[in-house]
């Protein structure tokens, strides 16, 4: 089992939709929980970042941690066509040793906003 | 700044070749990753370095692979030598210590190998 488990999709919405892009995953140690997007051909950027449970908003964006049930969350609200992209949730233990800066990514989830 | 750099952007060898995949930082990051991303397996952590010195490379698939960081401003991943299954896209990417949650991704080089 990995350690990050993501739908890869693909999902398909219209135009002006909400968006709901989830993650779950096994390691308990995990504390700082991340979204990257990734345009076509291109590397992936920050979207947000989170630490421990809770929500975090920015803009049409909302991060959800819950911790409990080891499950996050990305909501996008108004959805546009220029959102079209793959988005990965990382997440990352920050415990010292090895494991300071190493971040574990989901498969991702491709995302189209159609007009 | 121009960003994380990669070369080449793509490579076609054959089976058996050698390989190697550039990566200049972004100025002053203290961290560097090598990743490889393929539609089966996602986003994989090759190995990351920490000043230059390796910090974990468990992610490295096995010793077909290798990776420098001779100084600060450059990294090579080496694949020699190289098989179809290495056919991929290769991310390197830096980070400032004080936020490793947030790495700037280069373009990627996306390696053939036939």
């Known amino acids: 089992q990995k350690e990050v488990e993501q739908d890869p999709g693909p999902l398909s919405v219209p135009e002006g939709a909400i968006v709901s892009l989830n993650c779950t995953y096994s390691n308990s140690a995990f504390q700082y929980f991340m979204w990257y997007r990734q345009y076509s051909r291109k590397g992936p950027e920050l979207l947000m970042y989170?630490?421990?449970?809770g929500n975090k908003e920015d803009g049409r964006f909302t991060a959800q941690v819950d911790k409990s049930s080891k499950y996050i969350s990305l909501f996008i609200r108004d959805s546009q066509p220029s959102d079209s992209a793959t988005y990965l949730c990382a997440m990352s233990a920050n415990a010292g040793g090895t494991s300071y800066g190493k971040l574990t990514f989901g498969q991702g989830t491709i995302l189209t906003v159609h007009p | 700044d121009a960003g994380v750099i990669q070369s080449p952007r793509h490579e076609v060898t054959e089976m058996g070749q050698e390989v190697t995949l550039r990566c200049k930082p972004i100025s002053g990051h203290d961290y560097l990753f090598w990743y490889r991303q393929t539609m089966m397996r996602g986003l994989e952590l090759l190995i990351y370095f920490n000043n230059n010195v390796p910090i974990d490379d468990s992610g490295m698939p096995e010793d077909r692979f290798s990776a420098k960081m001779p100084n600060a401003s450059f990294s090579t991943l080496k694949i020699q030598p190289s098989e179809p299954r290495d056919s991929a896209v290769y991310f390197c990417?830096?980070?400032?210590?004080?936020?490793?949650?947030?790495?700037?991704f280069g373009p990627g080089t996306r390696l053939t190998v036939t």
């Open positions: 989170t630490y421990s449970s």
């Open positions: 990417a830096s980070s400032f210590d004080l936020s490793l949650y947030e790495q700037y």
